[in-house]
């Protein structure tokens, strides 16, 4: 198949990233949380617009009408005052003070953050302290503190509220900028000759927004609920002027006779409240680029299948695994493109295949498709089967599937520092992956991890088992990684460019002891890299992947000493050798050439 073809069965371009609303009112219980903070934002703007009574006339006669009464839809409270009214205007007092005071500490405490976190040292030291002393005090006394020595009244209210919430913001924003402050882009900017008030307000303030943007998300619901406390205490809003916490302390005299005058506003405080912590966590959702992006979705525990997907028959019934037609992709806001089509690979016992090509070919997708290791969402597998012993991974019951990894198929991955739990030591790792398929005590399973571990040669294992993996080098980590994937003797092992991130020298002792266990256990290896000279020492026969499609197969000496396909032709002639100089280039450039691809 030539590359012109290939270009034209490749999928259209990737769908965008998907969009702030879209992900906001993806979120159903944000979208329920802005919803109702809009209704009830807009109610208390339009409160001078709406045709309600004066909320603080009052009406002897009238006191105390229950909920629905002719005239007052909730009814009246101890001085005959409509409820309605009064609840629109206090909300509109309460949202307005909780705003100013979330506004006020996250300015104030935004600054003192970024300045402490970029400063660093003495400054950092006090500045942090100070704030630390600010939280020794529980803020609801502190704010009471603040009130009386200030005075009742609401300005007062919002004053000590959001003294009492600046150290919130002055921790979260200290934290984040402390670590950009060491970041490289910062030191550039630095060398570059910007000032530091320049750097704080160009590199380091708009990386830190977001954390200031979702802490004022999640607080100013705290703000209104603290602010209608020091009214209920009679330290807020004054008579006759309203707020949600003025109103319920005045009905708890009434809660027994009329608790419809306490219920209402304590309903609303409740709305408010809950509102603004449901639409946080949206908020949350929508600065997150890798929420964006579709990337941090909670996978579930296999590879989605579709259900109407094309299977086809086991055309190498003798082959331990087989994949015949697998087209694999992803869905991203509401759109499909595969990553992987129409690949069929078989892989015999003691064999070793070799799956090659260039970044973002597909090799990587095509591996965690066999296990059903690709995350969904946003992964499906469209079509094609993968057999296993003669049996279709891809229709067993999610509870086989599950005891097959490990135990039948194992993996190793490229970074082991990313796969190893960096909290636990690595004997203790490598025991758990050898109990989650067999029932052995704990002398055993320790006495078989550090056998593993020997096996795989890494030296003084018993002591090794207690280190942590960042204790460890590179090619130990790999070793690791090897030991696991070998703990439960699988039939398959699938490993996934695991020497690319090792020098040459350990990458070397990696394929050979990758060599040494295959034979010695009669593993089949599917071995994934982009590197040929890798692919001539350990591999039987090679499969080149371009565009997520398999372009040519065959045995490795065959296929490298006589590729038939040109993208097969290029990778080969992009091999640099030692001593070749300018013939090197002149023999790259022709097949680059657009004739050459035609």
């Given amino acids: 198949m030539s590359d012109s073809l290939l270009a034209a069965a490749a999928p259209t371009a990737a769908p965008g990233r998907i969009s702030s609303w879209s992900l906001l009112l993806g979120n159903r219980l944000a979208a329920i949380g802005f919803c109702l903070l809009v209704v009830l934002a807009l109610t208390a703007l339009l409160a001078p617009l709406l045709p309600l009574p004066d909320p603080n006339a009052t009406a002897p006669a009238e006191r105390l009408q229950p909920v629905l009464s002719e005239g007052h839809l909730l009814g009246t409270d101890q001085l005959g005052r409509d409820m309605l009214s009064r609840l629109v205007w206090g909300s509109r007092v309460s949202m307005a003070v909780g705003f100013a005071a979330t506004i006020v500490a996250a300015l104030i405490g935004s600054v003192i953050g970024l300045v402490a976190g970029y400063a660093g040292g003495r400054t950092d030291n006090l500045v942090m302290r100070g704030v630390d002393m600010l939280m020794a005090f529980p803020y609801i ?173 086991n055309r190498a019934p003798d082959a331990i695994l087989n994949v015949e037609g697998l087209e694999t992709g992803f869905s991203h806001n509401g759109q499909y493109a595969p990553a992987v089509k129409d690949v069929s690979l078989h892989l015999r016992a003691g064999e070793c295949l070799g799956l090659i090509g260039e970044s973002g070919s597909g090799k990587s997708v095509t591996a965690l498709s066999v296990m059903g290791l690709v995350n969904s969402p946003p992964g499906l597998i469209r079509n094609g089967a993968i057999y296993l012993n003669g049996e279709d991974v891809l229709a067993m019951p999610e509870a086989k599937l599950i005891s097959c990894r490990g135990s039948r198929v194992a993996y190793i991955f490229q970074d082991p520092l990313t796969t190893l739990h960096p909290m636990h030591p690595i004997g203790r790792q490598i025991e758990e992956a050898i109990a989650a398929h067999q029932r052995l005590d704990r002398k055993h399973l320790r006495e078989r991890s550090i056998a593993l571990l020997e096996r795989v040669g890494i030296p003084e294992a018993a002591e090794r088992a207690r280190h942590y993996p960042h204790q460890l080098s590179g090619g130990q980590r790999q070793r690791v990684g090897i030991a696991m994937a070998l703990a439960n003797d699988p039939d398959v092992i699938v490993a996934d460019e695991p020497t690319t991130a090792l020098d040459v020298t350990v990458q070397a002792q990696i394929l050979d002891l990758l060599r040494e266990l295959q034979e010695e256990r009669g593993v089949a290896l599917l071995f994934i890299t982009h590197d040929f000279g890798v692919v001539s020492e350990i591999c039987d026969r090679v499969a080149v992947m371009k565009d997520g499609r398999v372009v040519e197969t065959g045995e490795t000496k065959e296929l490298l000493s006589n590729p038939q396909h040109d993208y097969t032709k290029r990778l080969i002639a992009c091999v640099p050798e030692i001593g070749q100089g300018r013939e090197f280039l002149s023999r790259v450039a022709p097949l680059f050439r657009p004739e050459s691809r035609s």
Avoid at 234 to 239: D, F, I, R
Avoid at 242 to 250: F, Q, V
């Fill in 141 to 313: 006394l502190l704010a009471l503190a603040i009130v009386a020595v200030l005075g009742p009244g609401l300005m007062n209210a919002l004053y000590a509220i959001a003294v009492v919430n600046i150290p919130f913001f002055a921790r979260n924003v200290r934290g984040v900028t402390l670590a950009l402050a060491r970041a490289e882009f910062v030191d550039a900017a630095r060398l570059s000759g910007k000032g530091h008030l320049s750097i704080l307000a160009t590199e380091v303030l708009p990386n830190v927004l977001p954390v200031i943007v979702i802490t004022m998300s999640t607080t100013a619901g705290w703000m209104i609920l603290e602010t209608a406390g020091l009214s209920f205490l009679g330290l807020g809003a004054q008579p006759p002027q309203a707020d949600l916490g003025s109103m319920l302390g005045e009905g708890r005299a009434q809660l027994f006779t009329a608790p419809h005058v306490s219920i209402v506003p304590g309903v609303m405080i409740f709305l408010i409240v809950i509102s603004l912590n449901l639409l946080g966590d949206g908020v949350r959702d929508v600065l997150d680029p890798r929420l964006r992006s579709g990337a941090l979705m909670r996978p579930g525990p296999r590879t989605e299948v579709a259900r109407n997907r094309n299977r086809p028959e």
